[in-house]
């Protein structure tokens, strides 16, 4: 990827629980974990076997959100080990903003209106010493995830 100029575009984290991608507990391969705030429900559908659970996310007069693959214990598809940490994605959009960020010789944050998910990241994902493994390790997981194109 290019060295280029990253503008933050003040997502939270929780602009990427949409859809989540996880190991299967039936077959290890990818399965997609959402919820639902209207319907107080998450669902978790493997892409490969079929395997298929559905559960409350809890009480309606919580206004607490929290990333699906949290209601099965399910364990984080797009994530690799890196030093004593490791990356980690939620899905493919949140991989490509990763991406962007860490390949970015210069990083604009404007309009903050709040913190975003970019300042709450561990030190390791914004040293310049770090930018070269990291993008290795993205590239393998945009293989794994089966991207082939550069944001």
Same mark, same amino acid.
């Given at each position: 990827?290019?060295?280029?100029?990253?503008?933050?575009?003040?997502?939270?984290?929780?602009?990427?629980?949409?859809?989540?991608?996880?190991?299967?507990?039936?077959?290890?391969?990818?399965?997609?974990?959402?919820?639902?705030?209207?319907?107080?429900?998450?669902?978790?559908?493997?892409?490969?076997?079929?395997?298929?659970?559905?559960?409350?996310?809890?009480?309606?007069?919580?206004?607490?959100?929290?990333?699906?693959?949290?209601?099965?214990? $399910?364990? *984080?598809?797009? =994530? !690799?080990?890196? #030093?004593?940490?490791?990356?980690?994605?939620?899905?493919?959009?949140?991989?490509?903003?990763?991406?962007?960020?860490?390949?970015?010789?210069?990083?604009?944050?404007?309009?903050?209106?709040?913190?975003?998910?970019l300042e709450k990241?561990?030190?390791?994902?914004?040293?310049?010493g770090n930018r070269?493994?990291?993008?290795?390790?993205? $590239?393998? *997981?945009?293989? =794994? !995830?089966?991207? #082939?194109?550069?944001?």
């Open positions: 990827m290019k060295d280029s100029r990253f503008r933050d575009e003040n997502k939270r984290l929780s602009d990427f629980y949409r859809e989540i991608w996880v190991h299967c507990p039936a077959c290890e391969e990818k399965a997609i974990a959402s919820a639902d705030t209207v319907s107080k429900t998450a669902r978790l559908v493997c892409t490969q076997c079929g395997h298929n659970q559905e559960c409350s996310t809890g009480d309606a007069s919580s206004n607490w959100i929290m990333a699906a693959h949290n209601f099965f214990d $399910a364990e *984080l598809f797009l =994530k !690799a080990d890196f #030093k004593d940490s490791y990356l980690f994605a939620y899905n493919p959009e949140h991989l490509l903003y990763l991406e962007k960020y860490i390949a970015a010789g210069l990083r604009e944050h404007h309009n903050r209106t709040g913190f975003t998910f990241l561990p030190k390791f994902y914004h040293e310049a070269k493994p990291l993008l290795a390790l993205i $590239a393998k *997981l945009k293989k =794994k !995830a089966g991207i #082939k194109y550069t944001p």
